[in-house]
């Protein structure tokens, strides 16, 4: 599955709902420090994130700190950033793909986004607002990646696609 990567989150509600993202599709998710806040029992019960148990969460103190444990994330990773050359429909994602995004207020780095500019893919949107929110941005990718490998592991009918009489 997909590695979901947050460089320095900085609202811990976007991170609860990629994490809400990560337990329905079983990507693992990484977060950058710093953080703009705690990962605590007593923030996890505030967010409501009753399914934390059920998400492969990693903390690591920088992208080098990251880099250094999984080395092969450099050979196969995808930054989504407002300035990229490319649509993300453009990308090949594979099925364990990295996938980065920056903080709500900067996004990513501008040296990470240069060292890895062909790695860089876009979510069309209207030129006069400023980007999509985080959450909705990780989801749009996500689904796009499992989408390119045909949804691994995961269910596409629900209740409605028995032999079900109307």
Known sequence: MPHIVLVEPE????????????????????LI????FE???????R??????????VT???SLDDLFTQHPEAKQNLWLATTKAPHGYTEAAYSPDCWLFF???TAGLPEAFRMEHYDRCVRIPMLPNVRCLNLSNSVAVLVY??????????????GAMGGNVTP
């Open 11 to 30: 609202i811990p509600q976007n991170t609860g709902n990629i994490a809400r993202t990560c337990a329905v599709t079983g990507c693992s998710l990484h």
């Open 33 to 36: 420090h710093p953080m703009g």
């Open 39 to 45: 990962i605590s029992e007593k923030w996890v019960r």
């Open 47 to 56: 967010a409501g994130l009753d399914y934390w148990d059920k998400v492969n």
């Open 59 to 61: 903390e690591y103190q």
């Open 102 to 104: 920056g903080k709500e």
């Open 144 to 157: 796009e990646a499992l989408r390119q490998n045909d949804f691994p592991g995961l269910t596409g009918v």
